[in-house]
T-cell receptor, first 109, second 114 residues
Framework: SQQGEEDPQALSIQEGENATMNCSYK?????LQWYRQNSGRGLVHLIL?????REKHSGRLRVTLDTSKKSSSLLITASRAADTASYFC?????????FGKGTTLSVSS | DTAVSQTPKYLVTQMGNDKSIKCEQN?????MYWYKQDSKKFLKIMFS???????INETVPNRFSPKSPDKAHLNLHINSLELGDSAVYFC?????????????FGDGTRLSIL
């Protein structure tokens, strides 16, 4: 069954603005991962945050995790046109990653 | 060098045919996966192999049969293709415990059933 749900489904912003995507999940997790998918390409791993971590940074990306609310957020700062893609959260619990439906981000110049 | 490569990239075929998709990874990972992504971009795990052993076999019609000849290869054979099989199929690999490590994806095989 589907675990993660991203919100919003679609997001349109201007270059230079920040983009925030949220992910909610239902059961206990070991970790939560964020992936990016450019049109016509495979998913690319962005960041992994473990259940005992609250925040993680990687370049312009900032991920937070609130296990009490079963939610995570991905913040992309100073967005660029090249950030246009779909972003997925995936929860790891046991033997598989369960992906959400994704947020489609459009960044216009 | 491409880390996870799938062939073919596009597959257009008639209903009822049998087809195979091949996947190879050169990352030295011990776990490989097949995912199906539908038209709404929902990505669902189909199979997972660890060291050539089947670990995950989700509710997938038995027309789909994975085969892992070695740790670096995981192929997917589909018999008697149906219209509902149209989707993008992704191969992925990871090292170690399945849900605890980043996964590396191929660029997908776009399967269209006429």
């Amino acid at each position: 069954s589907q675990q993660g749900e991203e919100d919003p489904q679609a997001l349109s912003i201007q270059e230079g603005e920040n983009a925030t995507m949220n992910c909610s999940y239902k059961t206990s997790i070991n970790n939560l991962q964020w992936y990016r998918q450019n049109s016509g390409r495979g998913l690319v791993h962005l960041i992994l945050i473990r259940s005992n971590e609250r925040e993680k940074h990687s370049g312009r990306l900032r991920v937070t995790l609130d296990t009490s609310k079963k939610s995570s957020s991905l913040l992309i700062t100073a967005s660029r046109a090249a950030d246009t893609a779909s972003y997925f959260c995936a929860t790891g619990a046991g033997t598989a990653l369960i992906f959400g439906k994704g947020t489609t981000l459009s960044v216009s110049s | 060098d491409t880390a996870v490569s799938q062939t073919p990239k596009y597959l257009v075929t008639q209903m009822g045919n049998d087809k195979s998709i091949k996947c190879e990874q050169n990352l030295g990972h011990d776990t490989m996966y097949w995912y199906k992504q539908d038209s709404k971009k929902f990505l669902k795990i189909m199979f997972s192999y660890n060291n050539k052993e089947l670990i995950i076999n989700e509710t997938v019609p038995n027309r789909f049969s994975p085969k892992s000849p070695d740790k670096a290869h995981l192929n997917l054979h589909i018999n008697s293709l149906e219209l509902g099989d149209s989707a993008v199929y992704f191969c992925a690999s990871s090292q170690g415990v399945f849900g605890a490590q980043p996964q590396h994806f191929g660029d997908g095989t776009r399967l269209s059933i006429l």
